[in-house]
């Protein structure tokens, strides 16, 4: 692929307020109220054809479960084969369409969404996903307008970076894409993931087959409504709502699959891995397997650090988005010095949360994604409530008799190697671990080995030395580590995310390091005049 030198640098969509009176505001409630008016057919979308199918699944609000929002069409076996064969058939065009080619449909992309889309993508986050204002804001909005626009700043700095050439030749290093298809599996916590994994290897020439999770298909089935108004060509992406075992199984069974771009849970992650380690001697090629997957994301507190901004950003880090972030605060570790002010600060902050209808812009928190995750958090509050090693220290309710409503909850615990402290809740459950001042070097070593996880982390304090120590410490505890902030909200192009260890194979979501994976370059040698003798000069007598 060709590059553009021209091509400007890229700066961070703006984050609007949704003040009262704002126009972002009075567009969001418009387009939240008419939303609820409707329901949408989400259909497979294959070689831009729309494929109904007998076997459905509703989309229903989170904080209001008996309000459904649409149907998703799940691919039947015909559909998922027909999109593997649109994709392998889409290839060769669209691998030969120019960088800047390409480019101009993610960047078209990009304006649709900062503008007449955007209100759009954010209502239906909101209601599908159960993100308030702010969050679906700094999403559905901000952070895939980011990754539609720095991935195409990449993808061009990757184009420029070539070989020396000595004289009488030329050096070339052509970024090819892989050969195949790449297979984007994504999550429904953040519609931005959605549309990343997918639209970062099609960037880079490849073409997709895009499994959405059902409970973020609403949001995603948008996501792709626009790339197609951007211009797509069909069968570059290919929308595949469905089973997952029986998409999987089909897709990992084609010889032409060429990556999988995931995000998810290290359990699926693995199966996955898993199948292509049994089925490698089949494959064209070796896939390329990147996947951003579990977390148990800590904070540690020095005892010099500032109560008042340890408190705010546990609330933020743990309750944000009801908890649901990969980055979420789920573990923290606070000097027994801090404890007794960091504890009533936090609890009378968390009993002023109001919690709700994500349309009542005057809410902080909705409600957790579906029946499964209320039922599994709410499973461990109970077993909690009933263990003699874990206080319950603001918190602790469960409520689906409407929404899927679990109260912000801090546990403290006894034991720093509780299964609270060990296992991925994914809710807004935060545990804490007490210790005593002078252990501060063992707590160090205690963060590093608890959890299997290496996600993110923060540390919390003023006195230089101990963020020294911790951060050499903690240096593979976490692949974002945060300083005096919360270990989430990293932005594209700012903080390159992901993290290694069970965590996934910490390939740098917002960064070129990301596109990488997706090209399989090429050396090209060209000779201007070349040798007409075998003989070399030592060689004379």
Not at 29 to 55: F, K
């Amino acid at each position: 692929m060709s590059a553009n030198n021209l091509h400007p640098k890229t700066t961070n969509e703006t984050v609007l307020a949704y003040a009262p009176g704002s126009a972002e505001r009075t567009a969001l409630i418009a387009e939240l109220a008419a939303q609820q008016t409707r329901q949408v057919d989400i259909h497979a979308v294959v070689n831009g054809e729309r494929i109904a199918s007998g076997s459905h699944t509703d989309v229903c609000a989170p904080h209001a479960h008996a309000r459904k929002l649409g149907r998703v069409h799940n691919a039947e076996a015909a559909t998922i084969h027909a999109s593997i064969d649109a994709a392998v058939a889409a290839q060769r065009d669209w691998a030969n369409a120019s960088l800047a080619e390409r480019s101009a449909v993610f960047l078209r992309a990009a304006d649709l969404l900062a503008g007449p889309w955007r209100a759009r993508l954010n209502a239906a986050t909101m209601l599908g996903q159960g993100k308030t204002c702010y969050q679906a804001e700094i999403d559905a909005a901000c952070e895939l307008i980011d990754f539609l626009r720095f991935n195409v700043q990449f993808a061009h700095e990757i184009a420029n970076g070539q070989p020396l050439s000595s004289p009488g030749m030329r050096n070339h290093l052509e970024y090819r894409p892989l050969e195949g298809f790449v297979y984007a599996v994504t999550p429904f916590n953040f519609t931005a993931i959605g549309g990343n994994l997918a639209i970062a290897p099609a960037l880079m020439g490849n073409t997709v087959v895009w499994k959405p999770a059902a409970t973020a298909s609403l949001s995603n089935y948008l996501f792709m409504e626009l790339l197609e108004a951007a211009g797509l060509p069909q069968g570059v992406i290919n929308f595949l709502p469905g089973d997952p075992v029986a998409v999987s199984g089909a897709v990992l069974a084609r010889p032409e699959l060429a990556g999988i771009h995931f995000t998810g849970s290290t359990a699926v992650f693995d199966t996955l891995w898993g199948e292509v380690g049994r089925n490698v001697s089949r494959y064209r090629s070796y896939p390329r397997l990147v996947g951003e997957t579990g977390g148990k994301d800590f904070v540690l507190a020095h005892a010099s650090a500032d109560a008042g901004t340890l408190a705010v950003a546990l609330l933020r880090g743990a309750f944000e988005y009801q908890g649901q972030k990969c980055s979420a605060a789920s573990r923290a570790y606070i000097p027994a010095s801090l404890w007794p002010e960091v504890r009533d600060r936090l609890v009378a902050m968390v009993e002023t949360i109001r919690m709700g209808d994500v349309t009542d812009f005057t809410n902080f928190m909705g409600a957790v994604i579906d029946r499964r995750a209320f039922d599994r958090i709410a499973g461990h509050l109970q077993r909690a409530a009933a263990d003699s090693g874990v206080k319950l220290v603001a918190g602790g309710r469960a409520d689906d008799s409407v929404g899927y409503f679990i109260a912000p909850t801090v546990l403290e615990v006894s034991d720093p190697r509780h299964t609270l402290m060990e296992t991925e809740l994914f809710g807004p459950v935060l545990s804490v671990y007490v210790y005593a001042d002078e252990h501060w070097p063992e707590v160090l070593s205690l963060v590093d080995g608890t959890s299997p996880y290496a996600l993110t982390g923060a540390v919390f304090a003023t006195d230089r030395a101990a963020i020294a120590q911790a951060s050499d410490a903690l240096r593979y505890a976490a692949g974002n580590f945060y300083i005096n902030d919360k270990p989430t909200g990293a932005v594209v192009g700012q903080q390159p995310f992901g993290g290694a260890r069970r965590s996934g194979t910490n390939d740098k979501a917002g960064s070129p390091l990301n596109l990488l994976r997706w090209v399989s370059p090429r050396t090209v040698k060209e000779t201007f005049v070349p040798p007409a003798d075998y003989r070399y000069p030592h060689m004379a007598a």
